[in-house]
């Protein structure tokens, strides 16, 4: 169990510490100077069942609130100290404020510094005591009245203290290693010591964890756990991590040395606050403040999410942005400072990690908030599903809640959920019902482009995907257009995608005409004759010739590459194929190395290029062309009768691209 002690200045913290554990907090030269406390202390109790009490002695003076700030979000227990002289102070209330609105609700009383007064006195204060407790998380908690100098009540401290160590709900150590950065110093012969309370995880000598936010590497090569010597690490306990790889200059408080998974510093985040009952004002929209998070101290704005701010007392949902990145996940807790760090403002609790930057005020945004303020993480997980239309980001979900693969994928078992794969190892997860409706509004919305647009094919994926919803990742809308082709209820050619019923039909004369273009466009397939060529080889009129070459682009069966130009859609396929074999020798495709390739002039090429770039296929990075997508065609049919069945192409990956191919 971690102890931290909080009280005004002078009211006996670090003497009270020293009484118990025999050791002596202050370890800075100015602080035993000076007779005060400015910086974090640490000391240590040997328990009677073999463990360690860990003891956080933290500053009472006004001006290092930070300090105290740094050490208190990891404590387990508070322990007040109130000097029986003095009584009740600024600091026992801003501290007390402090240590409530983190949400701490184990704790207990020192009432010092008795041997100075009267039974009366003493009574007094304990009712002064009571009564400030009383709309606090600690209301009723016991009260010691002691001295440090004479000794008298230490002992009965101590044996409540005990009581309390040994029920102590466990920390998490079915996860991932997460440690505080609250000191870093050199030693002599062992190097960058790195030491903090250890939120969640475990770790052990030799493994290798990040810095976050900076991401540098470091090896374990040693540990103290609790004060002792020890191979593993925990949950619970506070450390000191001999660390190889990294000078003292590289970390520093407010840092997190975190296992590889959690290395995902956020510069927003979301989070519902409770504003102090002493706050002088509202929090508005946009206010400066202080965010205290761990043991790091930087500076940010706060987006109100509803309504233009959250009064004293009262609790809201906000976006805090903050001035540079930091660790932050799901269920931390934090205390706001006002811009001049000089009053505590409110404390609240993370929700959501990696916010999004635009849509924060959405109902849909404030219900899936409401969806993460649910516990355990599996009814969070439940409820998300159940509201996100457009999934659930499984990875950043199992992220943002610090939870092992095993575990999530236990969890994953018992709801029912449909998963996608995404572009580097990501994960989506739909609701049954929400990935019906999905499946439903693709048909919908093809159907209405079907009424609107009769003389089209269908309707490009693209524009498909954002009339159904503009927030649905790609991979999974493939899925969901594979699913529902699959299933017979869609059908696709080329890049359009239509109801199986569907048909665009070559008159007789156009389909006659067609036969006699196709193999001159075959001839050649990466050189395809212009329109007028292609007149004057058939004796026919230019325009009967053009109206018919756009007519078979809105089947999907040409793309007109350049104007007047048509090629074959295996023809470009083949041309994505080589494309894509430079591309993975080279990582860039350049003009000259496919003109070689395909066997046609640098202008023809460029202007290749440069059509795959408008349906993205490709990119343009300088003069050379990074390929996106090597799918974007496949080898497929000439026109067929209307009679027939069109055999399947692929969709469009692409931007949207009118029938004759430009943007």
């Known amino acids: 169990m971690i102890v931290g002690t909080a009280g005004h200045i002078d ?62 979000t990891g404590i387990d227990c508070v322990l007040l100290l109130v000097a029986a002289d003095d009584g009740v102070m600024p600091q026992t209330r801003e501290h007390l404020e402090i240590i409530d609105l983190l949400g701490i609700s184990s704790g207990l009383v020192a009432l010092s510094k008795i041997d100075r007064v009267d039974a009366a006195r003493v009574a007094e204060v304990k009712s002064d005591i009571h009564s400030l407790l009383g709309r606090t998380r600690l209301a009723g908690c016991p009260i010691f009245a002691l001295s440090g100098v004479t000794g008298e009540g230490i002992e009965a401290l101590r044996r409540h203290l005990e009581r309390c160590a040994s029920q102590v709900a466990a920390r998490r150590t079915d996860a991932y290693f997460r440690l505080a950065v609250d000191r870093c110093f050199t030693l002599t012969g062992a190097g960058t010591i790195a030491t903090g309370t250890v939120f969640a995880g475990r770790v052990r000598v030799g493994d290798r964890l990040l810095v976050s936010p900076s991401g540098t590497e470091v090896r374990v090569r040693a540990i103290h756990a609790q004060n002792r010597e020890s191979e593993t690490g925990e949950a619970g306990q506070r450390c000191a991590l001999n660390l190889a790889g990294i000078e003292k200059n590289d970390v520093a408080r407010g840092d997190w040395l975190v296992a590889a998974p959690l ?60 001035d540079r990145p930091v660790g932050v996940l799901h269920g931390d807790r934090f205390i706001l400072r006002d811009q001049s760090a000089r009053t505590t403002l409110a404390g ?95 048909l919908d919305n093809v159907a209405a482009e079907h009424r609107s647009a009769p003389e089209l094919l269908g309707i490009q994926a693209r524009p498909l995907r954002r009339r159904v919803d503009p927030q649905l990742a790609w991979e999974a809308f493939l899925v969901l ?113 496919l003109r070689d390739h395909i066997g046609t002039g640098r202008r023809l090429a460029i202007q290749i290029l440069e059509f795959l770039d408008r349906t993205g296929a490709s990119r343009r990075i300088g003069d050379a062309h990074r390929l996106r997508v090597t799918e974007l065609l496949v080898d497929g049919p000439a026109v067929r009768r209307a009679d027939r069945v069109s055999a399947p192409g692929s969709l469009d990956n692409g931007r949207d691209t009118h029938p004759g191919g430009a943007t």
């Open 11 to 72: 009211h006996g913290k670090t003497t009270l510490i020293k009484a118990l554990t025999g050791v002596d907090a202050d370890r800075l030269k100015e602080e035993k100077e000076r007779g005060i406390t400015i910086d974090l202390g640490f000391a240590y109790y040997a328990l009677p069942d073999s463990g360690v009490l860990g003891f956080v002695d933290v500053p009472g003076h006004e001006r290092f609130v930070h300090n105290m700030l740094a050490g208190a």
């Open 263 to 322: 290395h995902r510093p956020c510069q927003r985040f979301d989070t519902r606050i409770q504003v102090a009952r002493s706050a002088a004002r509202a929090l508005r929209h946009w206010a400066g403040v202080h965010v205290h998070l761990g043991a790091a101290n930087v500076a940010a704005r706060v987006s109100v999410l509803e309504g233009t701010g959250v009064e004293p007392g009262r609790d809201g949902l906000v976006q805090l942005v903050l």
């Open 348 to 442: 609240g609790v993370v929700l959501q990690p990696f916010a999004p930057a635009r849509r924060v005020r959405t109902p849909q945004r404030l219900a899936l908030l409401g969806a993460l303020e649910r516990e355990p993480p599996r009814a969070a997980l439940a409820s998300l599903l159940e509201i996100s239309m457009a999934g659930v980001d499984l990875n950043t979900f199992a992220c943002s809640h610090n939870l092992l693969p095993d575990a999530m994928e236990s969890m994953l078992r018992t709801l029912p959920v449909t998963t996608v794969a995404t572009v580097g190892g990501g994960r989506l997860g739909f609701a049954p019902a929400c990935w019906a409706s999905l499946k439903q509004a693709v």
């Open 481 to 593: 257009v594979e699913a529902l082709c699959s299933e017979g209820c869609l059908a696709r050619h080329g890049p359009w995608l239509h109801l199986p019923g569907h048909r665009v039909m070559l008159t007789a004369a156009e389909e006659r005409l067609w036969r006699a273009v196709a193999p001159l466009l075959r001839a050649t397939p990466f050189q395809p004759p212009w329109i007028r060529d292609l007149a004057r080889v058939l004796v026919a009129p230019e325009a009967q010739v053009r109206a018919l070459m756009q007519r078979v682009t809105v089947l999907g069966d040409v793309y007109e590459v350049v104007h007047d130009r048509f090629f074959l859609r295996e023809a470009v396929a083949r041309i994505v194929a080589i494309a894509s074999e430079i591309a993975a020798e080279t990582g860039m495709v350049r003009a000259a190395q």
